[in-house]
């Protein structure tokens, strides 16, 4: 499955142009990727001047050991379309109706990556590992 992953206030909190502290979304991702699964960047942030805000989240990403399948699009998707929208099975992102959020005090509200692992392992996209 290819699963498109924002990145501020989904696998950080928002510090734009920063990188934001962790939520909780490495495991997951991992889990992901251990999985079989690809996973697509597909954010607003960009490369541009001495802006490297894009080049920062791709290097979140490697840091810990997360490939990604693409950035800023599905690279398949160039045999059959020339959209720029980056294609994929599932997106995760904090702006997306019904994804899980943390609503912190002072800040904005990020993704809760403990719920949303509960709902990849409902849908049969992650293995219920609480047994182990």
């Given at each position: ?14 510090q ?7 939520i909780?979304?490495?495991p ?24 490297r ?9 490697r840091?810990r050991d ?11 998707q ?9 294609y ?10 019904g994804?899980?959020l ?6 904005f ?8 692992r509960r709902?990849?392992?409902?849908m049969d ?8």
């Amino acid at each position: 499955m290819d699963i498109v992953i924002d990145f501020d206030g989904t696998c950080v909190m928002h510090q734009y142009p920063a990188v934001g502290r962790e939520i909780g979304a490495t495991p997951v991702l991992r889990e992901l990727i251990d999985a079989g699964h690809r996973l697509i960047l597909f954010t607003m942030r960009s490369d541009r001047g001495k802006n490297r805000a894009l080049s920062d989240a791709v290097e979140w990403f490697r840091e810990r050991d997360i490939p990604l399948f693409g950035v800023q699009t599905n690279p398949l998707q160039r045999i059959w379309t020339s959209s720029p929208k980056a294609y994929g099975n599932l997106y995760i992102d904090d702006s997306a109706l019904g994804c899980p959020l943390v609503f912190p005090e002072d800040g904005f509200p990020y993704v809760d990556w403990k719920q949303v692992r509960r709902m990849l392992v409902g849908m049969d996209i992650l293995k219920d590992n609480s047994e182990q």
